[in-house]
């Protein structure tokens, strides 16, 4: 697994992509578009760009801690 490079969700931009996410969780940037290709994921389509909102983020990330799963 890698290592995610960000200390504090404060450090993340407003709105996070592929890239991001990836790097955040630990993940491959493929395991990232799938993520973000879930229906429980709070994934926004700007055009043709997938991003997510990052306060939406933190509570997804927080739900997947405790177990829990957003709908």
């Not at 395991?31 to 939406?56: C, D, I, W």
Request: aromatic share 8%; net charge negative.
């Amino acid at each position: 697994m890698k290592q995610s490079q960000d200390k504090s969700y404060d450090d993340l931009p407003l709105f996070l992509n592929a890239e991001t996410v990836a790097k955040v969780l630990g993940v491959s940037i493929s395991s990232a578009y799938e993520l973000m290709h879930e229906p429980n994921f709070p994934t926004l389509k700007v055009g043709s760009r997938m991003v997510v909102p990052k306060e939406q983020f933190i509570e997804w990330a927080s739900a997947q801690a405790e177990g829990g799963d957003l709908k």
